[in-house]
Each structure stands twice: as C-alpha cells, then as structure tokens.
C-alpha cells in the first residue's frame, strides 16, 4: 500500500534552514486553489523591484506559500523508496515525478526524486531534481538517457562546508564511467568566473549523445548573500538552450528546491519577457510550488530572483573584449563615459544593499572609535572581523578596522585593514596570527610626521619589535627594488622556538594624500610581484593608510587582471562594484577609475603571451 511520509522537522534542506513547522500532509483537493498574480512591464521593473524590497510586498508574496508538503507523494514515501530520497521531508509529488522504466520487472524501480517543471508555454521543459545520492547514480544516469537530457544545470559543489551536499557524479577529464549499460566520458571544460562548461558524451547499447553540464560554483555558505552580478552570466548561458519537453534541462542544486527553484524562477520569467515585455513572477512561483515543494525556499532566494532578473532585463553592458580594449577605453575617456559608469554604481549599490540586509538582520557591530582613523570609514556587518578578545577584560579588544574582500573567483581573498597606528600595532598583528597570515600588502609610504602613523613591522636597523607581548617578530631580510621592497620576517607567538615566515611587499613612492600611483608601469610590476607571492597565502592582508583609497585600487586591479587572463575581457564596473560589497568606500572617483581602465591597456599592451587574450 502507498502511504505518505510526515516530514521530519530535524532535515535541513539544501543550505536553507530547517523546516520550523509541519503541514498537515492530508491534502484537501475539494477547494480550488486561489491563483496569485502580478504583472509587470519591463519598464516599470526597477521601481517595483525596489519599492518591493523596501515595503516589504515580497515578503508577503513569499509567505503566501506554505512550506512543506501541499501535494501527495505517495510512491516517493514507500519503503523501498525512503532511502531515495536525500532529505525525509521532500520527497517528489506523484503528479509530476519522472517515472523511470523498470529494471526488469523490479518494483519500486521506477522511482527517482525528480520533477517535471514546466516553463514559459512550453510543459515539462525542465526536470527539477535533488543532487545524486551515492546509492541514485545510476538512477540519475538512466533519467538523463531515457528522457534524453542534452543540459544540465548544477547548482551546488560535492562539498560545501565540510559537507558532502551532492555525489559526484561525473568521471575526470579524458576518462569514462560505466553505469551499467550507461557509460559517460568527460570530453571537455571551459571555466569561467563562476561556472564551469563541461562536456560529456554519454553511450549506450553503441549510441552516442553529447551532454552540457553547467556547473554554478560561486553560491555561498548559508547566511552569506549572493549577488546577483554572479548568477547574470550563468543565466545568460541557461537561456540561450531552446527549451523542449523531448529534452528538458535537469536542474539541480543538493535538495533540488532552493538554488534549483531560484534559477528556473529566472529563467522562466527571462523567457516570458521576451515575449511579453512583461514579467510575472508571483504567478511563476505558484506554478513552481505546485509541481515541486518548497521551491524558492526563502525570502532571501526569492529578493535575489528579482534581482537577477532586473540585472538580466535593464543591466547595462559593462564587460570589454581584451582584443578591442585600447579602442574601447579611448572611446570612453573621449566621450566622457567614466562618470556616468560611476553613476551606474550608485544607481544599482541598493540592489546589492538590499541582500546584505537579509543575511544580516540579527548581526550588530559595536565601533571602537578611537581604533579608526577616520570616522567615515569603518567596518560594515558584512565581511567585519572579530579578534579574540585580549586582555581577556577588554570588550574592546575584538573590534578591528578590516573587513574580507572577494578576489576574482576567490572568495574573502584579502583582508583590508587602516595602515596601523600606535594603539591598534598590536590588534594589526594579533589579526595577522589569527587569520594564519603569511603575506602583506602595504601600499602607502608611511609618514612618520603623522602622529597617527608608526612603523609596524622591524627593520635592518631595529631587527626585533614586540607589537603585543606573546608575539615577537625578527627582521630576516630586505630586498630593495626601484618601486617596492621585499621584506621577509619571522614572527614568533608564544614561543622562540617556532616561528612563522611573513612576507611584506612594500610599494614605494605612493604618498596617502594622492589617488593613484604616479606611474602605471610601477603599479602593474608591483602587482605582478604581490600576485606571485600572494599564491602563498590565503588570506592576504592588504594595508593603506585609510584602508580605502589605495587598497581599492589594488584589488579593483587584481580582480580585472585575473578576469582579463580567465575570460579575455575587461570589466572594471563589476570589479568595483565586488570589492565594494564589503567597504563602500572603494574607488570613488573619476581618477581612479580612468587609472584602472589605462592600466588594463598597459597590460594588455605589455603582456608576453598576448596570444592568450586572442
């Protein structure tokens, strides 16, 4: 006999939170249900979008939903089919699961936890489903053959925290996997800022298919936002696949509702709008939530959606092929466009805003003044760091002037810090021992005239300083250069018997009152020294005298830089809005931005393997 399985409130689905209440899994199909709407032109999308998020409209939306089961999953439920299924509480609806043709004969081997979703006038043009169990693989497999899956869109990584969210399911590059009478061959791959193309091809009984895989990389840990910059390009790829129910996209993320829903979310609602000039999202997540539960899971995901959507539909085209770059910046400096670029960021800073202040709710930070030197900039709750307090008394002795930064496909890559002064030298290499630092970026002459200034690392002349009294650090050496020096120390903690190698690369001739360097050239052979060494440690603190204006220099840099080798093109809007998501105060003038984009051409112009950015 089929039965329903009640949901077990200890599962936590996907990287969401636990299910907080249960519904009652008898489903009453007596009442037809109340059908939700809400239609909006592409032109008035911004303003709704934004109105939305503020008012709190999208939080009602959301919560029209009930989370959990709505629909009968009898077969998924059955005994023989529990272990099936990743988590006890999603289990796929009888009305719209894939139905496997049986081995053999075997009962129950028709199951597998996946649904058909259907898209924008087009049904069944997805399959929505969990990430592969060990003990499912095979069932993935034949799914994939017998509904004759050409595109697969991936959603999570194997391991995320630690923990396994999803079996690998694929073999190594130029190898094969059999499954049975299925075997797969890893034929290529093609990565990009925060996916990666693979292609397989797929054989049985002699036949031959190629099969896509677009692997998403870059969703965060639970509680950390997404942006939706990162998604644009990954949906842009999803898009441009004709949709047809004789080959639906697999969607799939751990659990198969959160990321999976969020992404076919956007990809219906992108397709209705070309079409219709018109987006209707509420009514998109009903048809969701009524083929697979909890699609969409939560609030954070669905404001992210709308976000992703408005970036895809409005967004302006800031991204620049390597090959035409020098054209393209003499284009933009002639007609002026550098500001109104700038203007772009402070016009869409509030979309980026809007998800911080999802994950953030329940966070506060307490501002130790008299540890910044300058008011105006401090740590954000996003990406703030917090000591070990020390003196064990001292509330205050956890509040430090940092804050993580994203890198180009790596995230909370740098640490960026106020250069320190004399009551926060201690804090600065308290940091540096915690956060398993092993190299520093210090960007700015130190000026000793200042009284808030103070040299914070030994010299030649004075080899030994004590910044706190459990940490020694030993001068070893000084390599001096034209435009920056080399110095190596050994830092001692709690002991003179072992000690941990520090680096600092110290850039020269780069006063704090001015915004750029006076030189390119120097910049660009500065950077190219600061990125070979900085592969040895991660984090990599980065220091300026404000903790601003020279490190976002920097790193708007580095990120360009490693995007122009990855992809072959140039975009330093999105460079500067990344690094801002953590300090506003980043690159905030037309100076600097012309910098960046001049030292793009510089790199480009003086690169050896300039093939590369063909």
Same mark, same amino acid.
């Given at each position: 006999?089929?039965?329903n399985?009640p949901?077990s409130?200890?599962?936590?689905i996907?990287?969401e939170?636990?299910l907080?209440s249960?519904?009652?899994t008898?489903?009453d199909?007596?009442?037809?249900p109340?059908?939700?709407s809400?239609?909006i032109?592409?032109?008035?999308?911004e303003?709704?979008?934004?109105?939305?998020i503020?008012?709190?409209?999208?939080?009602?939306q959301h919560?029209l939903f009930?989370?959990?089961q709505?629909?009968?999953?009898?077969?998924?439920?059955?005994t023989?089919?529990?272990?099936k299924?990743?988590y006890?509480?999603?289990?796929a609806?009888d009305?719209t699961?894939?139905v496997?043709?049986k081995?053999n004969?075997?009962e129950h081997?028709?199951?597998?936890n996946?649904n058909?979703?259907?898209?924008y006038?087009?049904h069944?043009a997805?399959?929505?489903t969990?990430?592969?169990?060990?003990s499912t693989v095979?069932?993935f497999w034949r799914?994939?053959w017998?509904e004759?899956v050409?595109?697969?869109a991936?959603l999570a990584?194997v391991?995320?925290?630690?923990?396994k969210?999803?079996?690998?399911y694929?073999?190594?590059i130029?190898?094969n996997?059999?499954f049975?009478?299925?075997?797969?061959e890893y034929?290529s791959s093609?990565?990009?800022?925060?996916?990666e193309h693979?292609?397989?091809t797929i054989?049985?009984n002699?036949e031959?298919?190629?099969l896509?895989?677009?692997?998403?990389?870059s969703?965060?840990d639970?509680?950390v936002?997404?942006?939706?910059?990162?998604?644009v390009?990954?949906?842009?790829?999803?898009l441009?696949?004709p949709?047809?129910?004789k080959?639906?996209?697999?969607v799939?993320?751990?659990?198969?509702?959160g990321?999976?829903?969020t992404?076919?979310?956007?990809?219906?609602?992108?397709r209705?709008a070309?079409?219709?000039?018109?987006?209707d999202?509420?009514k998109?997540?009903q048809?969701l939530?009524?083929?697979r539960s909890n699609?969409?899971?939560?609030i954070?995901q669905y404001?992210?959606?709308h976000l992703v959507i408005?970036?895809?539909?409005v967004?302006v085209?800031?991204?620049i092929?390597?090959?035409?770059i020098?054209e393209?910046?003499?284009?933009l400096l002639?007609?002026?466009?550098?500001?109104?670029q700038l203007?772009?960021?402070e016009?869409?800073?509030?979309q980026?805003?809007?998800?911080? /202040?999802?994950?953030?709710?329940k966070h506060?930070l307490?501002?130790? %003044?008299?540890?910044?030197? &300058?008011? +105006?900039i401090?740590? @954000?709750i996003q990406g703030?760091?917090f000591l070990s307090?020390y003196p064990?008394?001292d509330?205050?002795?956890?509040?430090i002037?940092?804050v993580t930064?994203?890198?180009?496909?790596?995230?909370e890559?740098f640490?960026?810090t106020?250069?320190?002064?004399?009551?926060?030298?201690?804090d600065?290499?308290?940091?540096?021992?915690?956060?398993?630092?092993?190299?520093?970026?210090?960007l700015?002459?130190?000026?000793?005239?200042?009284?808030?200034?103070?040299?914070?690392?030994p010299s030649?002349?004075?080899p030994?300083m004590v910044p706190?009294?459990?940490?020694t650090?030993?001068?070893?050496n000084?390599?001096s250069l034209a435009n920056?020096d080399?110095?190596?120390?050994h830092?001692?903690?709690?002991?003179k018997e072992?000690?941990k190698v520090?680096?600092?690369? /110290?850039?020269?001739?780069?006063?704090a009152k001015?915004?750029c360097p %006076?030189r390119?050239?120097? &910049?660009l +052979?500065?950077?190219? @020294?600061s990125?070979?060494?900085s592969?040895?440690s991660n984090?990599?603190v980065?220091?300026c005298?404000?903790?601003a204006k020279?490190?976002?220099l920097?790193m708007?840099?580095?990120?360009?830089i490693?995007?122009?080798?990855l992809?072959?093109?140039?975009?330093?809007c999105?460079?500067?809005r990344t690094?801002r998501?953590n300090?506003s105060?980043?690159?905030?003038?037309e100076?600097?931005?012309?910098?960046?984009?001049q030292?793009a051409?510089?790199?480009?112009?003086?690169?050896?393997s300039?093939a590369n950015?063909n």
């Amino acid at each position: 006999m089929c039965g329903n399985a009640p949901p077990s409130e200890k599962d936590v689905i996907d990287d969401e939170t636990p299910l907080t209440s249960v519904p009652n899994t008898t489903t009453d199909t007596s009442k037809k249900p109340k059908v939700y709407s809400k239609r909006i032109k592409i032109a008035e999308l911004e303003q709704y979008v934004k109105e939305s998020i503020t008012n709190g409209e999208l939080e009602r939306q959301h919560a029209l939903f009930p989370r959990g089961q709505t629909k009968p999953w009898t077969c998924g439920a059955l005994t023989a089919n529990k272990s099936k299924n990743r988590y006890t509480n999603l289990i796929a609806y009888d009305e719209t699961r894939v139905v496997l043709a049986k081995i053999n004969g075997k009962e129950h081997s028709d199951y597998i936890n996946a649904n058909y979703i259907d898209s924008y006038k087009v049904h069944k043009a997805y399959i929505a489903t969990q990430g592969p169990k060990m003990s499912t693989v095979h069932d993935f497999w034949r799914m994939i053959w017998q509904e004759n899956v050409q595109h697969i869109a991936m959603l999570a990584n194997v391991f995320e925290a630690g923990k396994k969210k999803v079996e690998k399911y694929w073999p190594g590059i130029n190898e094969n996997l059999p499954f049975d009478d299925i075997t797969v061959e890893y034929i290529s791959s093609q990565v990009y800022a925060d996916y990666e193309h693979r292609v397989f091809t797929i054989t049985r009984n002699n036949e031959k298919r190629k099969l896509d895989q677009y692997h998403f990389l870059s969703w965060p840990d639970h509680g950390v936002p997404l942006y939706s910059q990162s998604l644009v390009p990954f949906l842009k790829r999803i898009l441009q696949i004709p949709l047809s129910s004789k080959s639906p996209i697999v969607v799939h993320c751990s659990a198969g509702v959160g990321r999976t829903g969020t992404i076919l979310l956007c990809d219906i609602c992108l397709r209705m709008a070309a079409k219709e000039g018109a987006v209707d999202m509420l009514k998109n997540l009903q048809k969701l939530r009524d083929q697979r539960s909890n699609m969409v899971d939560n609030i954070q995901q669905y404001k992210l959606a709308h976000l992703v959507i408005l970036e895809c539909l409005v967004g302006v085209q800031t991204s620049i092929p390597c090959h035409e770059i020098e054209e393209s910046v003499n284009k933009l400096l002639q007609r002026g466009e550098i500001a109104s670029q700038l203007r772009y960021l402070e016009e869409t800073a509030w979309q980026d805003q809007s998800m911080k /202040s999802v994950a953030l709710k329940k966070h506060t930070l307490e501002v130790v %003044k008299e540890k910044n030197r &300058f008011q +105006t900039i401090i740590p @954000e709750i996003q990406g703030s760091i917090f000591l070990s307090r020390y003196p064990i008394d001292d509330n205050s002795s956890t509040y430090i002037n940092a804050v993580t930064v994203d890198g180009f496909q790596s995230p909370e890559r740098f640490i960026v810090t106020q250069q320190p002064m004399p009551n926060t030298l201690g804090d600065f290499w308290r940091l540096v021992s915690e956060k398993e630092v092993s190299v520093i970026m210090s960007l700015n002459e130190i000026n000793l005239n200042n009284k808030s200034s103070c040299n914070f690392w030994p010299s030649e002349a004075d080899p030994q300083m004590v910044p706190v009294d459990f940490i020694t650090l030993q001068h070893i050496n000084t390599f001096s250069l034209a435009n920056y020096d080399l110095v190596t120390l050994h830092m001692f903690v709690d002991t003179k018997e072992t000690y941990k190698v520090i680096e600092i690369i /110290s850039m020269k001739n780069w006063p704090a009152k001015t915004n750029c360097p %006076k030189r390119i050239e120097d &910049f660009l +052979t500065f950077w190219e @020294e600061s990125y070979a060494t900085s592969r040895k440690s991660n984090p990599v603190v980065v220091t300026c005298y404000d903790g601003a204006k020279a490190s976002g220099l920097y790193m708007a840099m580095d990120f360009i830089i490693e995007k122009m080798k990855l992809e072959q093109s140039c975009d330093a809007c999105q460079a500067v809005r990344t690094i801002r998501h953590n300090r506003s105060q980043f690159v905030r003038n037309e100076e600097q931005f012309t910098f960046l984009y001049q030292a793009a051409v510089a790199y480009i112009n003086g690169f050896q393997s300039y093939a590369n950015f063909n």
